[in-house]
């Protein structure tokens, strides 16, 4: 029987995607902002499969679904990066400050 | 302080160190390099969570995939060596509306518990997500194939040079 409680274990998790909020929302280079945002969604598959293990009904459900998170951010990695050297290429720069074609 | 305890704080502890490492360094390359320790004490935790294929995939995609692309990222484009701060009004407002989210959700999740069942998750854990994804979530599965050649094939075109398509159609 474990004896971390699943309060701590939400935690970490909610204090890991405070900081992925904090960096997507205040950081000024592209990638650095893709990747707090893998760290937020990290942060979630940790919920789901703290969940998993001590909810009413314990099960396989919540890692299966932490499983379809990854991949599912794996391939955002790939699109975001894909436009990130587009847009590089078009621009000359990862600065997301400097984005702001629909805003003029 | 039982082992479990012991192997929990160290790993939360290094998880939430390179978080703030992300935040406060200022060189791009260090801050994917301290995101990497973060996602290994992540896989410790799944482990510690009796999730050990999660775990597995966890070092697998993120430590090894997704931080090698982010990496190909910063090389592929010019940026400057030391990163540039935000405005401090703008740091401040948005450290106050995230620590707001904090506590709001701190005071919920506090005193929470379900008490906790031995549902033996570690047992033939590998075998029982293979049994689950072929069994119940087999159409997602197959789905998820395809959400995955969309990718590759929608990265590898938007990521392509435009001038390619002109001299294709001289």
Do not use: W
């Not at chain 1, 299966?64 to 000359?92: C, D, H, K, P």
């Not at chain 2, 990718?151 to 390619?164: F, P, Q, T, Y």
């Amino acid at each position: 029987m474990s004896s971390v409680p699943l309060a701590a274990y939400l935690m970490l998790a909610l204090i890991l995607f405070c900081i992925g909020l904090f960096g997507a929302l205040t950081k000024r280079n592209a990638v650095i902002v893709l990747i707090s945002i893998e760290l937020m969604l990290n942060a979630v598959n940790i919920n789901l499969v703290a969940f998993a293990k001590y909810s009413i009904n314990p099960g396989m459900t919540g890692q299966i679904f932490s499983l379809f998170t990854i991949t599912v951010a794996a391939a955002e990695a790939a699109v975001g990066l894909a436009i990130l050297i587009a847009l590089y290429r078009n621009r000359q720069t990862v600065n997301v400050d400097e984005m702001d074609t629909m805003k003029r | 302080m039982t082992g479990e305890m012991i192997a929990f704080f160290l790993l939360a502890l290094t998880a939430i160190t390179g978080g703030v490492l992300l935040i406060n360094l200022t060189n791009v390359v260090h801050m994917v390099v301290a995101l990497i320790f973060t996602f290994i004490a992540i896989a410790g935790i799944y482990i510690t969570l009796s999730a050990e294929f999660v775990a597995v995939v966890q070092v697998l995609i993120y430590s090894g995939a997704i931080t090698i692309i982010m990496l190909f990222g910063i090389m592929l484009t010019r940026h400057q060596e030391k990163e540039k701060r935000a405005p401090r009004l703008k740091m401040m407002l948005t450290g106050l509306a995230i620590g707001l989210f904090f506590l709001i959700m701190y005071g919920k999740i506090k005193d929470l518990n379900f008490g906790q069942q031995d549902a033996g998750l570690h047992i033939d854990n590998t075998k029982k997500i293979g049994v689950e994804l072929y069994s119940h979530y087999v159409i997602p599965f197959e789905l998820t194939s395809v959400l995955l050649l969309v990718a590759l094939i929608g990265s590898i075109i938007l990521a392509k040079r435009e001038d390619d398509e002109k001299e294709a159609k001289k």
